[in-house]
């Protein structure tokens, strides 16, 4: 084994132990790390069968991690088999659930929440309530390209392509390619 492919899994496995240790929830499931993930909160997080985090070569390798959390008891974040989330993926389930089907790639630096974590209102902006979040749901087979954000209460239907840098506020059907601020669909897919 060459000397750099040594220091690389080296330094990796030591990140990936410090932020293990770091976590305060258990992760079911058994994701292969490539890079540290962070998990917290008191609600549950489930892995399928084979799902990667972290890419190398990729921005972000070394400097990054995945932080997910399923802030409170009624909180759910599932991720299913063979998906592969490239580095610095952040996903906070604060009320109710975040799903991503099976066979998706998700780019870097994608965020995904189920809520604004406080009011609009000023009186309420140190409030946070359930029926104000709203579960997310990524289908199978999904292409989520990099600085994708998706928000609250959106559903991607399988198959689906959402081009980086968008910012995903309405459900997008399935077998398309959307983009932009906000997300729209710009074509089908053959």
């Given at each position: 084994m060459r000397a750099s492919v040594w220091l690389r899994r080296a330094t990796q496995y030591f990140r990936i132990?410090?932020?293990?240790?770091?976590?305060?929830?258990?992760?079911?499931?058994?994701?292969?790390?490539l890079q540290p993930i962070q998990a917290v909160g008191r609600g549950k997080?489930?892995?399928?069968?084979?799902?990667?985090?972290?890419?190398?070569?990729?921005p972000f390798f070394?400097?990054?991690?995945?932080?997910?959390?399923?802030?409170?008891?009624?909180?759910?974040?599932s991720i299913g088999s063979d998906t592969w989330i490239n580095n610095n993926f952040c996903a906070i389930a604060e009320h109710t659930s975040i799903s991503i089907?099976?066979?998706?790639?998700?780019?870097?630096?994608?965020?995904?929440?189920?809520?604004?974590?406080?009011g609009m209102?000023?009186?309420?902006?140190?409030i946070s309530k359930a029926e104000w979040a709203g579960a997310v749901k990524v289908g199978d087979d999904v292409f989520i390209g990099s600085d994708v954000k998706i928000l609250k209460g959106v559903s991607i239907g399988n198959g689906a392509v959402i081009g980086s840098g968008s910012l995903v506020v309405k459900d997008i059907p399935a077998s398309v390619i959307a983009g932009g601020s906000p997300a729209k669909v710009i074509r089908t897919i053959e």
């Open positions: 132990t410090f932020y293990r240790a770091l976590s305060t929830n258990q992760i079911t499931g058994k994701p292969i790390c997080i489930i892995f399928g069968n084979n799902v990667k985090v972290g890419v190398f070569p990729s070394y400097s990054t991690y995945a932080y997910i959390e399923a802030r409170n008891s009624s909180a759910f974040i089907g099976a066979n998706c790639f998700i780019g870097t630096n994608v965020q995904i929440f189920d809520s604004d974590f406080h209102k000023i009186e309420d902006r140190r």
